[in-house]
């Protein structure tokens, strides 16, 4: 059946990025305006896609070969993601009118952010490998030209090298993804995406998977193709942040994983083995990084890094329960992962750094900020009822499925990367929003309603797509996947068993009896008093301090015990600092591997000596070889 | 949901296995440590009701909350910990009571649930802005992440050994069927070592004190805590301690519904005051340490016999 809305989710931001750019400067609340209500549009025609039937649109024949440049496809696997897509969209740019306000470079911000959200969306849809590979890359363009951004306002040299880092990065995966679909091509004859279909037999159709599975894991970011969203997180808006690392490309990342392994290739068992050992190496590399980190930024963007590899874990069991689960889970993230961003966002523009040791104490100036950032970091790290727990929890029945006696240790890893991820949160809990908060700190107050309204949403629906996980399980992650999941109220039980609806009714029950043993207690007084510490006035730092009867009594000290401080015996023990300080100075980023390639590259600049005879030569030399090769096969 | 279904649950969660009936075997385990650490150090020790005193004395005490914290997180943290202990034992009972009937949870589900009442006491203990709370609360993370790696490693050792079987009803049946997983092989008996160990340090006592560690850190993340919240946490304690060994019962020996369960309990309770009275407390490193080297070691030895069907 052919849609008319298909193309328009996809062409309506780009045209109107285009058309934002021709927006003059002196307009800037009209681009803010515009830029809103097209991403409002699209998240409605998303809508529409979600609980349409399954569609597509054609045009543009290729005449080549068969297809269509512009091949677009509906289908269960997508439409959902299209849908959230356009939704994390339509929020990331409610939260940049706030957020962006006084930076340089807005005529460009939002124009690419749009382009961005269009490109998400085309990739998505595409049913021709020549129009994905297309979109895919203008994501990557639009991705760097957001990260530049981030140089006119913060350290430029920083926001370059992180821009150029992921260039490089995802540039060449991009090409291993080219190459790979050159591959599929070669043996299935076909650019159609709803047409291929390998078996994963021969050395061939193992590569062609292995290296479209690269360029899958490094837009979603997997070690060790994952160090391009620290260093940009860093440097970059984190409204970019946000929108493109933490969400979009999570969900382009992982919904091309899912087709590779749902509807391409028949998976081999050593195919899925290498999904499980890089799952479970990029949730304990990246979770133990994080723990040690002193800029929010980096710590959250190290933290998207391991929940990328609970998805990549779970697709590697090659249950549909486990697929499931990493479906789920890259749902689940993208909703945390760009709340996480956005209410760091919100601290950044409240607070005015990003830097651990210099926060604290916030809670109470930004308490709707708090609110949204502690669900999602409780829903990331797994705490039950939450969304995060639900889909880890489905992960772990596919590995148990698969066989526990086998895979223990994957299992083991990654709950104990739960844990880490808790220890990562409760460092950035303290050293943002709780523990004391310093003199610098004193005059925060909390952000306006744009930049609320985005991470309230996204809270609400880690609570949701938790405490009613089967909502989503049903009408999303069920169909793609071909499972039956139970509606509503009831348990969902694969394997184990996980009641969350039950579950939440007995925790707010137990909570209930709490209050009645409060209101038990005969006195309800409350009294507010300083901060003991031995009857000291320590760390106050105010010269008046000496004369009032406590310290610390004024909201605001200079000594703290910091965050940032809180798992430094763990950093220091034996085998693990050298590790950290390898860590920390780059030694295992992956782009280091071109060095082996330098020698190459002599050889090369020797060929280019810039004389015409030499070169004129070397073409001789080359038609000859053809020639034989030609004359040979021929 | 019908209501004779609702008055069920309500029953279940308020009363027996879970509330009430925690808190009573829990603070009666509390007195239990009390009395034979007492004994051990020649002194008489207090009365059985001695723990129950307390929690009353509290509840009649005024509530003081540190100026500049954050208030509501300070005083609801202890309840949302106390919540989630008192549901991990209505689905551990509930396991032993109707093995056939899938309740709630699974392992998977009990093993992070008991993650929340250490975060309540992390957070907490962070949101009082007091500096000794502050390192308490970073010493229980740090704590926590010890202990559990090797704990995670031995609950599932008894998964592998059972053929995969994760919900907890279907590991007592397993159970039920074919013997306790302790007369199992070295591998079981690994794992219950390495999961008695994780007791003391999941509740924090002695040698593994370490968060609260009095002499130190005043008492760490409950410094500034006083009246109901305190009472709280002294109940969630109280409470962890009777649920903590009904779990290690359930998943290793027998039923939490059999005779041979109180004698289980005893023993347990009884080597964590030993364990207690015996050792001095550690440093956080030398608790790291201590759980990354040896009993990582030693649990992952059981869970390697284990896939070797030992």
Redesign the interface.
Known sequence: MSSPVLPWVVFLPLIAGAVAFAIPVRAEKFREVFSTVVSGAVFLLGMVVLVGPEASYHAIPLGFVQGYLVDLRIDELNRFMVMFASLFGLLVTVFSIGYMQGRSRLREYYPYMLISIGAANGALLANNWLAFVGFWGLILVTLFLLATIGAADADANKAMRAAGKSMVILGASDLALILGVGLVFAQSGTLVLSETSLPVTGPMSAAAFVLIMLGALSKAGAVPMHSWIPDMAEASPTSVVALVPASLDKLLGIYLLARLVLDMFQVNLALNLLLMVIGAVTIVVAVVMAIVQHDLRRLLAFQAVAQVGYMVLGFGTGTAIGIAGGLFHMLNHAIYKSCLFLTAGAVEKGAGTMNLAKLG?L??AMPYT?AAFGIAALAS????PLNG?VSK?MV??GL??V????Y?IF??AA??G???T??AF?KV??GV?????PREMSGVVEVGPSMRFAPAVLATLCVIFGVAAQVPLQHFIGPAVGMQFPAF?E?I?I?????PT??T???????L???F??L???????????????GETA?EGTSDSLNTKYG?????SD???LGT???D??R??PGLSRLYDKGESGAFDIQRLSKLATPLGWALSALHGGRLSTYVSWMLWGVLVLFVVLSVVS | MSLTNLLTYVGLVAVFPGFVFTAVVGLLSSWFDRKLSARLQWRVGPPWYQSFADVAKLLGKETVVPAGSAKLVFLGAPFVGFAAVVVVSTILWMASIRPDGAFVGDLIVVLYLLYVPSLAIIIGGSASRNPFAALGASREMKLMLAYEVGFLISAFTLVVKNGGIVSLGGMVAYQQASGPMLSQGISCIIAFIVALIYVPAKLAVGPFDIPEAECELISGPFTEYSGVPLAAFKLTKAMLMCVLPVFLITVFATTAWSPWAILWYVLILVFVVLIKNTNPRLRIDQALRFFWGPVLVLSIVGIVLASLGL
């Open positions: 104490g809670a109470r708090f790290s797994g705490v039950p727990f929890w772990y029945q148990v499925e066989g526990i006696d086998k223990w299992l083991v709950m104990f739960s844990a880490l808790l220890a409760v809990a303290h929003f709780l523990g004391d908060r109220p348990a039980s394997g184990g068993i996980w009641s039950v579950a009714a007995l925790l707010l029950f137990a909570l009896i709490g209050y043993i409060y038990a207690s005969r006195t309800r007084s409350v009294r507010i008093a300083p901060v003991y510490i031995g760390g610390r009594n004024r909201e605001t000594t703290r015990v401080e809180f798992y015996s763990i220091r023990l």
